[in-house]
């Protein structure tokens, strides 16, 4: 046997084979590392999959969360993660923040900032560029859709008010909510952030519509113009 097989999982006992403990014991049986194996399939010349990705992990303090944020090329970093196994784990990992938004949509009536954050922040909390999104309710604070408005760059974004307004039209919301994503971290609004948010409530009085709140969003916090009484 090879160097380079003898760390292959398929010459492990079945009962230590990620797939097969899936199959046999269930998904909740396995590690991080385990499941990310699956994933990628193979390892490299000196180590399993397994180990692998308990390096790859272990690179990201085992957080799934930060391993999330990993681009492409800094998966490719790692002997044995070439392009078509790094894009299986960004693939792998975004499907599971879309499941965790869509989970927060079917469970989510507006009754408070915090019932905002945890509906946003799986969708915008830990992206690296800013981007503005709107969330239109009805009358009784339920959640009818969310537009993304506009993607920008590391600090800015771009809003046009008019195409806010004839969402809502659209949809038959009664009322909106702003929410955009700090890169930074920071929480607190920018003057452009203050002077945004005046322009829409003003524009969406003229249509009996109400702005509800604007939140700021980072990866563990956010800021609510509501409850810090800027509406």
């Given at each position: 046997m090879t160097k380079s097989s003898s760390?292959?999982?398929?010459?492990?006992?079945?009962?230590?084979?990620?797939r097969e403990k899936l199959k046999v014991q269930g998904k909740n049986t396995l590690s991080?590392?385990?499941?990310?194996?699956?994933?990628?399939g193979s390892g490299n010349s000196?180590?399993?999959?397994?180990?692998?990705?308990?390096?790859?992990?272990?690179?990201?303090?085992?957080n799934l969360s930060e391993l999330g944020k990993l681009s492409i090329r800094q998966l490719m970093k790692f002997k044995g993660i070439g392009e078509a196994k790094a894009i299986s784990i960004v693939a792998a990992l975004e499907l599971g923040r879309r499941r965790r938004g869509e989970v927060a949509l079917k469970r989510l009536q507006i009754t408070s900032s915090k019932s905002v954050f945890?509906?946003?922040?799986?969708?915008?909390g830990e992206l690296p560029h800013e981007e503005f999104w709107i969330i239109y309710l009805n009358n009784s604070n339920k959640v009818i859709q969310r537009n993304q408005l506009s993607k920008g760059g590391i600090t800015t974004t771009v809003v046009d008010i008019?195409?806010?307004?004839?969402?809502?039209?659209?949809?038959?919301?009664?009322?909106?909510?702003l929410a955009h994503n700090h890169p930074s971290g920071t929480l607190q609004p920018?003057?452009?952030?203050?002077?945004?948010?005046?322009?829409?409530i003003i524009a969406s009085k003229s249509l009996d519509i109400q702005v509800l709140d604007h939140l700021i969003i980072t990866e563990k916090a956010y800021f609510s113009f509501m409850d810090e009484k800027l509406l």
């Open positions: 760390f292959s999982i398929k010459h492990w006992s079945l009962g230590d084979q990620p991080n590392a385990e499941l990310v194996a699956i994933v990628i000196s180590e399993s999959a397994v180990v692998l990705c308990q390096r790859i992990l272990l690179s990201v303090d085992n945890e509906y946003m922040q799986p969708m915008i008019r195409l806010v307004l004839k969402a809502a039209l659209e949809v038959g919301a009664t009322s909106i909510i920018s003057k452009s952030d203050k002077q945004l948010t005046d322009k829409l």
